[in-house]
């Protein structure tokens, strides 16, 4: 039969339990925050290389598109020096050069329909890159407000917490609150109070000495594990 102290001291362990369940989620939330918001950024980053990707495609095309258009010029102005030369050999090596344009303004325009194959496939897998994006996007901030929200009502339940972990303090004897707050000093990791089982203490398994085991059973009495220190009942 526990006595009333010693009930009220579960009590004590629990609400204090309790408040300590609802920090751990307290600490939780601003991580989970951050990694939905590097979820985004990395989304966004990912875009905007692919559009850099397309940028740098379409700078290119314009580039072959100039250097046809000179070459073009440069065709015409040969065909032009070639109705005004009298030489055989003038007139030859005008051809020699326009035949020379006319195979680079060749190589240069299969260049370009290979760049606008890149072009279009880069636009169409950009287009539903995006609307993955927009739709991952919109659902990592429903669910940064479902955190939001958890978090502040969190910060709810702790004040609620703190407030019956004081009550349940104000009502347990001195000692006993003392001898609670010293084995949470040393102990760290809950629970702080815990049942002989057999001879044993049933959160680090060990076997207590016989005063432990005797004591363990008058609950007006703080009785420690001999081995992990908690406070033992029976
Ligand atoms: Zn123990």
């Given at each position: 039969?526990?006595t009333?102290d010693?009930?009220?001291?579960?009590i004590?362990?629990d609400?204090d339990l309790?408040?300590?369940s609802?920090?751990?989620?307290l600490?939780s939330?601003?991580?989970d925050?951050?990694?939905l918001l590097?979820?985004?950024?990395?989304?966004?980053?990912?875009f905007?290389?692919?559009?850099?990707e397309l940028?740098v495609?379409?700078v290119k095309?314009?580039?072959?598109?100039?250097?046809?258009?000179?070459l073009?010029?440069k065709?015409i102005?040969?065909?032009?020096q070639?109705?005004?030369?009298?030489?055989?050999e003038d007139?030859?090596?005008l051809e020699?050069?326009i035949l020379?344009?006319q195979?680079?303004i060749?190589?240069i325009?299969d260049?370009e329909?290979?760049?606008m194959?890149?072009?279009?496939?880069?636009k169409?897998?950009l287009k539903?890159?995006?609307?993955?994006m927009t739709t991952?996007?919109?659902q990592?901030e429903?669910e940064?407000l479902?955190?939001?929200?958890?978090?502040k009502?969190?910060?709810?339940?702790?004040?609620?917490?703190?407030?019956d972990?004081?009550?349940a303090n104000?009502?347990?004897?001195?000692?006993?609150?003392?001898?609670?707050?010293h084995?949470?000093?040393?102990?760290?990791r809950?629970p702080?109070?815990?049942?002989?089982?057999g001879?044993?203490?049933?959160?680090?398994?060990?076997?207590?000495s016989?005063?432990?085991q005797?004591?363990?059973?008058d609950t007006?009495?703080?009785?420690?594990?001999?081995?992990?220190n908690?406070?033992?009942y029976?």
């Amino acid at each position: 039969m526990l006595t009333d102290d010693f009930k009220k001291l579960l009590i004590l362990q629990d609400k204090d339990l309790h408040v300590r369940s609802i920090e751990a989620d307290l600490k939780s939330y601003p991580q989970d925050k951050k990694q939905l918001l590097a979820k985004k950024e990395a989304l966004i980053q990912q875009f905007e290389k692919a559009k850099n990707e397309l940028k740098v495609l379409e700078v290119k095309m314009n580039e072959r598109a100039g250097t046809i258009a000179e070459l073009r010029a440069k065709r015409i102005k040969y065909k032009t020096q070639q109705i005004e030369v009298k030489r055989n050999e003038d007139l030859q090596a005008l051809e020699q050069e326009i035949l020379k344009i006319q195979q680079n303004i060749s190589d240069i325009e299969d260049e370009e329909i290979q760049l606008m194959i890149e072009l279009e496939d880069g636009k169409e897998n950009l287009k539903s890159f995006e609307e993955t994006m927009t739709t991952d996007i919109a659902q990592y901030e429903d669910e940064l407000l479902v955190l939001n929200d958890r978090e502040k009502e969190s910060e709810g339940h702790l004040n609620e917490a703190r407030k019956d972990f004081d009550a349940a303090n104000s009502d347990l004897s001195q000692k006993f609150v003392r001898a609670y707050e010293h084995v949470k000093r040393q102990v760290r990791r809950a629970p702080f109070i815990v049942e002989l089982q057999g001879v044993t203490c049933s959160e680090c398994h060990l076997k207590v000495s016989n005063e432990a085991q005797s004591s363990a059973r008058d609950t007006s009495l703080i009785t420690h594990c001999d081995q992990c220190n908690r406070i033992l009942y029976k």
